[in-house]
């Protein structure tokens, strides 16, 4: 029977009379209430809601599950992914029906999707919670019938889990979206591999590798190197020895932080975290990165290097399969072997006679291959190695610390040369593949000596010629060098060995301990020819050795008060930081009240040297600026998130970056910094670091945190930008400092004429305003209006929306002048190279 259209409308009417409607933000749907078009479920902490939706201008209607706080739309998860609704149904429905299920019902009653759960009880209510879990369960036990997390879409949040469970046939997988305004699933889903230890995959069409995180070893995924493994941080896999099950969960990496897993409609599998700042979500890992990701790029046998080119080569011992695809860029079909293994000369019945066993090859820093074979706990290394060497199928064997023995038996595929971090790989090959080695590297070797004896015979004796017209006791002091020392150990202290009267404790740093009278004789006593600088804390030295590296003694004023804790700061806390933007520290020395550090040396000096010098400024042409600016937001980056101590630095500025040979940028000068807890603020009544660099909540009220730092470096980006100081009259002294006459630029849309003119270039325009913009971002008077470090990093390294700065207030300067002078400590600061205590300059 076809009812006309009013009987239609009145039956409708009827029932929406008959199933009240949800109350306002409430997480409970009950049989007593249905869920309309217009309506949502709210979790409890009021962080997710569920209900109808569209995307963009699409004529499909979905039920789905997003943050409620979050402005851009970003669905989490789909019901009826693959039976949408059309956008024009107005009279659809959530209800739980009479058999207890939940069911979405259009408007002509048909039921478009159901949970479809066998159920013993039709007391059932659904909740959303707040770890966005959507669960039908019995009012009354309270046990759960039906879970969200059991149907997974293409999100990952924490307290989800994907993977595998053999003796319930469950296997959950991430499923991408066929499109990003279509969420009917597409070609590509991520998830575990049924295998000991499992490995994780994205696969197309659910079975043909597309992507391969290498084995699971109980703390990481060893085919993602450590400098991707951001990734892993927030990730925990449990497995069972008898296969049965594998499980990966998901936890955000700092609990400040909201981050999610996504796999995209293109087979990306994506880390994006929520940059409140920017009010955007940003990647922060993503796989596969590059071609060598790619499962089978360079096909059997083949290693794919990304920073070689091309990126494909055959294995040692093997050569291309003989096609023209390789000539083409298609290195799919892989390499073959070019001789046989010595078990298979055996096996096909010729006489190995003198011929010598098989022999391993150790390729160190690899991806290991795909379709290995575990051979669990009870195999050492070098049952591993003979296990491999007993079976004739066995092509190559490793034995990761944390996995043991894996041994494969058959053609290598998905292997890959990482830079660093990567296992060693033990790949067969006949004996004659490496004899032939040895032989080359004998004669390259032999020649390499007779030349070596030769040159150095002959710079042997003009060096002693030019020793001999030197002062007797250089010959003395050149043989003592510290850094060739063995007559005290580096852990052992004397009685002269004291710090304010007491000991330095033993355990305290892995530092050497260096002796005095060593280093005064390395210096010439410490004399003015060797002396490469002076701060408030004392001169520095260049020392250099015969062994070993340059290096530079900091020698502690003994007229600097401020110097002991800084000292105790550096030695104790900073030698444990290792960055290759940070200063290494190498050694220490205490002899009385003698206190030195031992420093990598800088070559280059101080950036400030070169930076505000018209005539060497142009040494530092905008790209190299540029990659300053990089070096210096990393190394920040590294202390305020990534380190073992997470450190405030305090005193940032152009005299505590230093540079290498290279112009590598290295932050300098930590006696100032202290530790903290991430989004703690920190108190002190003294105000210690260098006007013009110093926060306002610092200057003014001792108050400081990680964004302190970050005012600093903004100061710092646009001194680098300008090539001037912040300090000092500017624009027929309308303005007091560089933020100032900046500010007044920017809003004149006058931002190129900040740049350093000895490096104008119309060329970098575009990466000068943005790094002015980023510079304004950063030095806004409100920590709270300041981005983090790790939102500096990706304003720098992308192309995003930058928001507006706000206009600072450029008066505290002049206020802390006149009305905190007595509060700050009096001891003076002479030069930026060393750490400064807050003194007027």
Same mark, same amino acid.
């Given at each position: ?28 749907l ?34 789905? &599950? ?35 299920? &939940? ?18 009880s039709n ?61 009917s +699933? ?30 699971w ?15 892993a ?13 594998a499980?990966l ?49 360079c ?13 494909? %080569? ?18 799919? !079909? ?9 078990? #298979?000369?055996?096996?096909s ?9 098989d ?5 160190? #820093?690899m991806?290991?291959?795909d ?23 066995c ?18 595929? %998905? ?31 032999g ?8 040159? &150095? ?8 010629r030019?020793?001999?017209?030197q ?5 003395n ?24 009267g ?10 050497p ?14 004399s ?16 250099i +050795?015969?062994?070993g ?15 002991i804790?800084?000292?105790?700061? #550096?030695?104790?806390?900073?030698s444990k ?23 990598e ?12 010098? +018209? ?7 905008w ?15 590294y ?9 405030i630095?305090?005193?940032?500025k ?6 290498? !040979? ?17 989004t ?20 003014m ?39 100032s ?11 190129? !004429? ?7 270039d119309?060329r ?31 304003? &720098? ?34 030069? %930026?190279?060393t ?7």
């Amino acid at each position: 029977m076809v009812w006309p259209r009013w009987e239609t409308f009145l039956f409708l009417m009827f029932r929406m009379m008959l199933l009240p409607q949800v109350n306002a933000e409430t997480d409970t749907l009950t049989q007593s209430q249905q869920l309309s078009l217009n309506q949502t479920l709210v979790s409890a902490g009021k962080i997710f809601k569920l209900g109808f939706f569209s995307l963009g201008n699409s004529s499909r209607l979905y039920l789905g &599950l997003w943050f409620k706080n979050i402005p851009s739309q970003r669905i989490l998860w789909v019901a009826n992914r693959e039976d949408p609704l059309p956008a024009s149904d107005s009279a659809v429905i959530l209800k739980i029906a009479t058999d207890g299920n &939940l069911k979405i019902v259009n408007g002509n009653l048909n039921t478009i999707w159901s949970t479809s759960a066998s159920l013993q009880s039709n007391n059932t209510i659904v909740v959303l919670t707040d770890k966005w879990e959507f669960i039908l369960k019995d009012s009354v036990s309270g046990i759960s019938l039906w879970d969200s997390f059991k149907y997974p879409c293409d999100t990952l949040l924490s307290g989800m889990n994907i993977g595998y469970s053999t003796r319930t046939g469950e296997k959950f997988v991430l499923s991408s979206w066929q499109a990003e305004d279509d969420p009917s +699933p597409g070609k590509f889903a991520t998830g575990l591999s049924v295998e000991m230890p499992p490995q994780g995959f994205t696969w197309t069409n659910y079975s043909r590798p597309y992507w391969r995180g290498g084995p699971w070893d109980g703390g990481d995924f060893i085919g993602i190197p450590d400098d991707d493994k951001g990734f892993a941080s927030g990730i925990d896999v449990i497995s069972n020895k008898q296969q049965e099950s594998a499980f990966l969960s998901f936890n955000n990496f700092y609990d400040s932080d909201l981050v999610i897993m996504v796999l995209k409609p293109s087979g990306l599998l994506q880390m994006m975290v929520w940059v409140e700042e920017l009010n955007a979500w940003k990647g922060s890992w993503v796989a596969p990165e590059n071609p060598c990701d790619v499962y089978r790029t360079c096909g059997p046998n083949g290693v794919c290097d990304k920073n070689k080119s091309p990126v494909c %080569d055959c294995l040692r011992g093997f050569a291309l399969k003989p096609t023209k695809e390789w000539n083409r860029g298609n290195w799919t !079909d892989g390499c073959v072997r070019q001789t046989k293994l010595l078990c #298979e000369i055996s096996t096909s019945g010729i006489a190995p006679k003198a011929l010598k066993n098989d022999t391993f090859l150790q390729l160190t #820093e690899m991806k290991l291959p795909d379709h290995y074979t575990y051979l669990r706990d009870q195999y050492s290394v070098q049952n591993c190695k003979e296990w491999c060497l007993n079976n004739c199928s066995c092509v190559a064997y490793a034995y990761p610390d944390t996995i043991n023995c894996m041994v494969w038996t058959s053609e290598l595929m %998905d292997v890959q040369q990482f830079p660093s971090d990567g296992m060693d790989l033990f790949l067969r090959l006949p004996y004659s593949e490496l004899d032939e080695d040895k032989r080359k590297k004998k004669l390259v070797i032999g020649f390499t000596t007779v030349s070596s004896i030769l040159i &150095l015979g002959i710079f042997g004796c003009i060096f002693c010629r030019w020793k001999a017209n030197q002062r007797g006791y250089r010959k003395n002091r050149i043989k003592d060098l510290i850094l060739a020392d063995k007559g005290q150990s580096s852990r052992e202290m004397s009685t002269d060995n004291l710090w304010e009267g007491q000991a330095l404790p033993n355990d305290s740093s892995e530092l050497p301990l260096l002796d005095f009278a060593k280093l005064a004789t390395a210096t010439d006593n410490f004399s003015e020819i060797n002396k490469i600088g002076a701060g408030g804390f004392g001169p520095v030295y260049k020392v250099i +050795p015969i062994y070993g590296q340059l290096i530079a003694v900091k020698r502690l004023s003994s007229y600097s008060g401020q110097g002991i804790e800084e000292f105790k700061n #550096e030695v104790l806390l900073i030698s444990k930081l290792q960055h290759r933007n940070l200063v290494r520290i190498l050694a220490y020395c205490v002899h009385g009240k003698e206190k030195l550090r031992v420093y990598e040396y800088m070559a280059k000096r101080s950036l400030d040297t070169l930076l505000f010098d +018209p005539k060497q400024s142009h040494q530092l042409p905008w790209p190299k600026r540029f990659d300053m600016i990089h070096g210096i937001a990393r190394g920040l980056l590294y202390l305020h998130r990534d380190s073992c101590l997470l450190l405030i630095h305090r005193d940032l500025k152009a005299s505590n970056v230093l540079l290498d !040979d290279d112009m590598t940028p290295k932050i300098s000068d930590f006696g100032l910094a202290r530790t903290f807890q991430v989004t703690h603020e920190l108190n002190t009544q003294r105000i210690a670091g260098t006007f013009g660099y110093m926060s306002p909540e610092y200057a003014m009220g001792g108050v400081f945190s990680e964004k302190s730092d970050v005012y600093s470096f903004g100061v710092l980006l646009l001194e680098i930008v300008s090539g001037r100081r912040n300090r000092g009259i500017y624009d027929h002294e309308r303005h007091l400092n560089l933020l100032s006459y900046a500010w007044q630029l920017w809003t004149e849309s006058k931002g190129l !004429d900040l740049m350093d003119k000895s490096i104008s270039d119309s060329r970098s325009s575009t990466t000068v305003l943005r790094c002015i913009h980023i510079g304004l971002l950063c030095v806004q008077d409100h920590a709270a209006d300041r981005p983090l470090m790790s939102s500096v990093v990706l304003m &720098l390294s992308s192309e995003m929306d930058l928001p507006q700065p706000k206009q600072p207030t450029f008066i505290f300067q002049r206020r802390l002048n006149s009305s905190t002078q007595s509060q700050i400590s009096k001891v003076p600061s002479v030069n %930026d190279i060393t750490v400064s205590v807050a003194e007027g300059r």
